[in-house]
């Protein structure tokens, strides 16, 4: 048996947590969507995805396959974007809400 560096076997396992860090906080992104727009994003993203796979089962051409694809993906990552609370989108283009500005 041989001894491990603890800096190897984060390396080695893709965790790059101290030991002193909470579980699962360490790369967790910034809340940037308000409460109200989460509910919005996860309902709307729930019925496109449902939507599609009705629309999915009776898709003809490849076309319509591929739009159908298409919708459940966006409706999908409406849902995770509003489990998460964190739009990539929202923060490349540097947009936080003005309800979720730290008044400093």
């Not at 909470?22 to 449902?50: C, D, F, K, M, Y």
Request: aromatic fraction near 2%; charge should be positive.
């Amino acid at each position: 048996m041989s001894t491990i560096n603890l800096n190897q076997s984060r390396a080695s396992t893709g965790h790059n947590r101290s030991p002193d860090e909470p579980h699962g906080r360490a790369n967790r992104p910034s809340v940037n969507i308000t409460p109200q727009e989460r509910v919005g994003r996860i309902a709307i993203g729930l019925a496109a995805a449902v939507a599609g796979a009705v629309f999915l089962a009776s898709a003809s051409s490849a076309i319509a396959v591929i739009l159908t694809v298409l919708l459940i993906a966006a409706g999908l990552d409406l849902v995770v974007t509003g489990a998460l609370g964190h739009c990539p989108l929202y923060a490349k283009l540097g947009h936080v809400p003005t309800s979720l500005r730290s008044s400093s």
